[in-house]
Every structure is written in C-alpha cells, then in structure tokens.
C-alpha cells in the first residue's frame, strides 16, 4: 500500500479521461444563488454521486435548508484502525454575468492557451471550485484502481451554497455534527504562492458586514431653505467614516484589536524572505502608495491584520442633473476583515457605540447586520496533516511550499472548528491569474495533472 509511484503513472496515463470527466461536470451550469438554476445544482450533485458510488463509495444526497449535499464515504479494510479524513469541496459557481466579455460560452468549456502560453481549461467553476475538488477525487479514484484501497477511512462532503449562503452548511453540521467525526479536514479551494511554489493556508481573516443609516429631518428638505442650519446626513455620516482611521491607519473603535496577537517575530521574516513584490502588485491595480496600517508590509496587513473599509454609501439625489436637496438620511455598507482572537459580536457593538458616540444632537443612527460572524482562523503548521502535505508538495513540485495567509474568508473552515473541533488542511493548485469570479475563468491543465498527483502523494503518506 506504500507504492506512489504506480498511482503517479496511474494518474498520467488516464489524464485524458479525467479531463473528461472535468469538462462533463464544467457543462452543468450549478450556479447555487440563482433559483433558475436550482434543477442544474440538482443535476450536478447527482453527477457527483454517481462518480462517488462507481469509485466504491456509498454516496447519496442530504437536505440542507439551501441546495442539496453530496456525502461520500469510503471504509477500507480495518477501517476502526485508521484515520479518518473529511474532504470538503462545492460544486456550485458563481454567476457568469456578463456573459459578452467572455472568449468562449461559459458552461461550454475550451481546452486552449492563455495569455502566459500555457494550455488551460476555460470555463465558469474550473478553478473555483470544481477542477479544484477533482483533483483530490482523481487521485482517490487512481490509488483505489491501483491499490484496491485507500490507506484511511474517507468521507467526501460536497456542497452546493458555498458561492452564496454557507449558513445552511453550517446549520447541517451543527445538528448533525456527531456523524462526522473525523481526525482532519482536506480542502482544495485555495491556490498556489507561483505558477512554480506550492502553499499551504494557515490563516484565513474572518469578515462580518454592517450597513449603518445616520437619519437626521425628517424628510428631504431644499437647501436653498434649510441648507446651513440643517444638519445634513451625508456630512455627518462622512465625518463619522473619517473618524474610523487614525493618521496611522490604526481603526479607532473602543476595543477593536482586543484578543489580537502580534506577529511572532520568526513569522515575520519567513514573510519578509518571500520577497512579495509590493509595488508590482499595486500597479497591476493602477496604484504606487502603500497605504493601510503604518508599520506592517502589504503581506501582513492581508494575512495577520484586522481592517475597516467601506464598501459603499447612498444618500440623497443620485439621478441626472442636478436636484438641490437636504436628504433625509445616508447609509454606508461596511465590513471588517477580522483576525485570530477578535469577537465578531464585540466588534459589532463596539461600532455602534462608536457611530452614536460621534452622532451631534438631533441625528440617529440605525444598523443593519449584512454579514455572518465569520471569525479569523489560524491553523497549526506542525501537526501531521501539514507535515505529509509538506513533504509531498516538496516531492511533486521540486521545491518545499511556502506556508502562507490569505486574506479572504471561507466560512466552512470556521464551521468545522467549531462544530466538529477539527483544523482544516488547505492546499490548492489554482494560478494567481485564474479570474475566479471572473469573465474567462481558468484552471491551467499543469495545475490540474500536478494537483492531482500532489494528493496522490499526500494519501501515500498515510499509506
């Protein structure tokens, strides 16, 4: 059970059938937020069940209060011996609007080069995150033909939402939690540090939304009447926004890096010795100044530092032409990118005393919750999992992954440490060009072929 290198040329060898089987799933047009497409989720969760079942699993859908999910569970030989790992993938994408600047129909997938001269596979969900999630199912279906089993107990989990409203997931889990017991989750929803270094996720920033509405007259009112002695909402609402940052970029909120943990000084350098390329990355976006909080380099204001921006703000005449008017009330959408250790329900009363404390006399604020209380995570980078991911990315890529952060949030982490107590493994192969969410979305044919035998090494590890 210890022979990788016959799955490797397992995998090598029937590369082309399992492109098929990518492209045969890209053509299912699973977007999970619109109900137009609810019979299409339908059809691909049915789609992975049968690949599930064909490869010995026993799989079947469960009701979520949102799309269907796709649970998959293999028990080798002496399975009560072995480890069990839980796989989490999703197969829903997100919409493909707008649909004109795409090359080539969205959910009729192109095998063709990129801008970068590699051959890629163009389609809505290839890299986010159905070539990503067959990888791992790829390098299972090699080693179970080669070897005949798998070396631990494995439950496949598939959802549907992830692109939308992942509360349904986690409300499944919560009642269901005891089902899935299980010693480690793997994910491949992530991406690689270059189109040659593998990574591995340890941090993820979590992310809560607050619209808040400052209301001052009582209706819209003509400024050539009341203008001056009037308070106008859009000004006080703007003057509240400035106050969030310090001169140094600090956000000001009574309470807000409660829990927050310095950098560890070791961390910093590994950080620093990747060399990210600041001012390229700025430029691409059409900017030259770093700005954010003082002291802290780009990659750890993304990866270890919490924030406060804001996203959006309406009030008053917003059509043609010119419309003189005092209005009645302005609203700002905010979110925060929170870090390991902050309290999303802290921070949301910690913004509301703020905005009433800077509220003059005869203005109101009201507050609307538009995120979920996703917190930040950090995962151990010396436990066993990351450990055989190590050394089978070193194995497969020729050089060792850089242990990274992200940014972003993906709320299923959270959900699994808090309701099955378990951290997630994140390893992905996408390219950091890959337009996920994107007109023109891609998954380069040499991310799928090297993902899909890095997970063959991984599962050889355990063997």
């Not at 397992?10 to 492209?23: A, G, M, N, T, W």
């Not at 106050?243 to 943990?261: C, E, N, Q, S, W």
Request: glycine residues 10%; aromatic residues 8%; charged residues 25%.
């Amino acid at each position: 059970m210890t022979d990788a290198a016959s799955v490797l040329a397992e995998i090598d060898r029937r590369l082309p059938d399992c492109l098929e089987r990518l492209l045969d799933l890209l053509r299912i047009p699973s977007v999970g937020t619109d109900p137009a497409h609810d019979a299409d989720c339908q059809r691909a969760a049915e789609w992975m069940v049968r690949e599930l079942s064909a490869m010995g699993f026993k799989a079947g859908l469960r009701k979520t209060t949102g799309q269907p999910l796709v649970v998959g569970r293999y028990d080798p030989p002496g399975a009560a011996r072995r480890p069990h790992v839980l796989f989490y993938g999703h197969y829903d994408v997100q919409p493909a609007d707008p649909l004109d600047l795409w090359t080539s129909p969205p959910f009729a997938p192109q095998i063709r080069k990129g801008k970068a001269g590699r051959k890629a596979i163009f389609a809505r969900g290839a890299s986010d995150d159905k070539g990503q999630l067959m990888t791992f199912l790829e390098a299972s279906r090699a080693w179970l033909g080669v070897h005949g089993s798998l070396p631990f107990r494995l439950t496949v989990l598939i959802e549907g939402d992830e692109e939308g409203d992942s509360s349904h997931l986690d409300r499944f889990l919560k009642l269901n939690a005891r089902e899935f017991a299980a010693d480690s989750v793997f994910i491949c929803d992530t991406g690689m540090w270059d189109d040659a270094t593998p990574a591995i996720v340890t941090r993820l920033r979590g992310c809560i939304g607050v619209d808040v509405t400052v209301t001052g007259p009582r209706v819209d009112l003509h400024s050539g009447y009341y203008g001056g002695p009037v308070q106008n909402p859009i000004k006080v609402l703007s003057r509240v926004l400035a106050a969030l940052h310090d001169r140094r970029g600090r956000v000001t909120i009574p309470g807000f890096y409660d829990g927050v943990k310095p950098i560890p000084p070791a961390l910093r350098k590994a950080w620093r010795s990747l060399r990210f390329p600041e001012k390229s990355f700025l430029a691409d976006v059409g900017l030259s100044v770093p700005a954010g909080e003082k002291g802290y380099s780009v990659l750890e204001q993304i990866w270890a530092r919490p924030t406060a921006e804001v996203n959006g703000m309406s009030g008053g005449y917003q059509g043609p032409g010119s419309k003189t008017v005092l209005p009645a009330e302005a609203t700002a959408k905010l979110t925060f990118r929170l870090v390991e250790g902050q309290d999303p329900r802290k921070i949301r009363r910690g913004l509301r005393q703020f905005v009433r404390a800077h509220l003059p006399q005869d203005c109101k604020a009201r507050f609307l919750d538009s995120g979920g209380d996703s917190v930040g995570i950090a995962v151990s980078d010396d436990t066993p999992w990351v450990r055989a991911a190590k050394q089978a990315l070193t194995d497969e890529f020729g050089r060792a992954p850089v242990m990274v952060g992200a940014g972003y949030s993906i709320p299923v982490v959270e959900s699994f440490k808090t309701h099955l107590g378990l951290d997630s493994l994140l390893v992905g192969f996408a390219g950091n060009n890959n337009g996920e969410h994107s007109p023109n979305e891609k998954y380069d044919l040499d991310s799928f072929r090297h993902g899909t035998r890095a997970w063959a090494r991984i599962i050889a590890q355990f063997a």
